[in-house]
């Protein structure tokens, strides 16, 4: 009994040491992942793409086509005429739609949308294209081109107030950035997945795309980024300055994750990439609020608290933050003053704090990205009808998200009641 006792506990202390690898910690984010785009409105979301996808199939005895045929013909034509000036659809539309929606709720999270044509060739049929023929399609192609389409709605929707954040990061997911070729598009579609993965705890991940994006800025200092210039707002840099300042950026992000690690070494490692990332910065002249709150934190955790006050200053001084930011930065102030490092790092100026900071500028940054805009000078393909599809998807999402809760239905059927028995005839089957 002994003996099994002591074997036990051997095991046991083997799989907790092994959880601390970087691996497995990786596989456990992927798993995250997994849970945080797997609730009602993501799910709503992918049911239209695969709605317009599944539509341009050419063989309408295609297995997974059959699976959502019956309930994602009245979604396409909602779509096909849906005016994307229009706010919201009627009431009998979308319960209709939500209907549909929850007979195949379960098989839309079961089913991968890219066995399906590209997004771009669902709205090409939608609007009389021919339909596609699975079997005539490169492989490879078919991924380079899907894979293109999840990083461009990933950034597109990543600020749009009834998207944002959860919707870009199911498109984040979609995409294997190592399937692309190494260019610029792959880099910044990393630096966004980092962002996004941080965002959401998913710490081990967004790391590991960092770290990628390190290794490939530093083997190409001289190419051009016209697409980072203008997510940062970095016209007035050369390409050599942005190549520097966004190598900066992609340390900054990987000590942040670093930083809200568990283990000890992953700690020593932050401070080297905030080292980094100062150096960066300060080889080009640029001040941010980044900037000044890194500085500060270098300094306290060194134990040099004089020489983090003036960051702090600066810091206080920024318009980015609320009132309760502010006197939060002062009381860090105070502490370093009175040279209490470890008051100011525990208390109010901690790394959850730092995080949401941090977080705070680059959703500052994004929302100021005019991404059709951009795409379009930039002369990527399709521009105009990825954006009038997002455009569609809000329009849809809003309104059908309000049937999915017990009391806005019934408040549904009010308003059904109130515009007559026609109406009420027509929405009886829905109920």
Not at 17 to 46: G, M, P, R, W
Not at 87 to 104: F, G, H, P, W
Not at 332 to 337: A, F, G, N, R
Not at 401 to 410: A, G, K, R
């Amino acid at each position: 009994m002994k003996n099994i006792i002591l074997l036990s506990c051997i095991i046991l202390l083997a799989s907790c040491s092994k959880e601390k690898t970087d691996e497995v910690l990786l596989k456990l984010d992927q798993q995250k992942l997994e849970e945080n785009i797997n609730y009602d409105k993501i799910v709503f979301y992918k049911f239209a793409k695969i709605a317009i996808r599944s539509n341009a199939v050419l063989d309408t005895n295609n297995v997974d086509y059959q699976k959502f045929s019956s309930q994602t013909r009245n979604i396409v034509n909602t779509m096909h005429q849906l005016d994307t000036n229009k706010k919201s659809i009627s009431v009998i539309e979308a319960l209709q739609l939500y209907n549909d929606y929850r007979k195949v709720k379960n098989l839309v999270k079961e089913t991968d949308e890219d066995i399906f044509p590209g997004l771009i060739q669902g709205f090409n049929v939608l609007y009389g294209a021919p339909k596609v023929d699975l079997n005539t399609l490169d492989p490879k192609e078919k991924i380079r081109i899907q894979n293109i389409e999840h990083a461009i709605l990933s950034m597109a929707v990543l600020t749009t107030r009834d998207l944002g954040q959860p919707f870009a990061l199911y498109e984040c997911s979609k995409t294997q950035p190592e399937l692309l070729d190494d260019s610029e598009i792959k880099t910044l579609l990393e630096f966004v997945r980092g962002f996004l993965f941080f965002g959401n705890n998913l710490f081990y991940l967004s790391e590991d795309g960092l770290s990628r994006n390190i290794k490939w800025l530093d083997k190409n200092e001289n190419i051009p980024l016209p697409y980072t210039k203008a997510f940062f707002g970095w016209r007035n840099l050369s390409d050599d300055q942005t190549h520097t300042a966004f190598h900066g950026m992609n340390y900054l992000f990987r000590g942040f994750d670093r930083m809200r690690m568990e283990r000890k070494i992953d700690e020593e490692r932050s401070l080297e990439d905030f080292d980094f990332f100062v150096k960066d910065m300060n080889k080009l002249g640029l001040e941010s609020e980044l900037v000044w709150m890194v500085d500060a934190y270098l300094n306290i955790k060194r134990e040099k608290p004089e020489k983090a006050v003036p960051a702090l200053e600066k810091l206080k001084t920024s318009p980015l933050f609320s009132d309760s930011e502010r006197e939060a930065i002062q009381k860090t102030i105070d502490y370093v003053k009175g040279r209490e490092s470890d008051a100011a790092l525990n208390g109010v100026y901690d790394k959850a704090f730092m995080a949401k900071l941090a977080s705070k500028y680059m959703i500052s940054v994004l929302a100021k990205i005019d991404w059709e805009k951009v795409l379009r000078e930039n002369n990527v393909p399709h521009t105009k009808e990825i954006f009038a599809g997002i455009n569609k998807f809000k329009a849809l999402s809003n309104s059908v998200s309000q049937y999915t809760q017990p009391s806005t239905i019934e408040n549904g059927k009010k308003e059904i009641t109130k515009k007559g028995s026609e109406l009420l005839d027509k929405a009886k089957s829905l109920w």
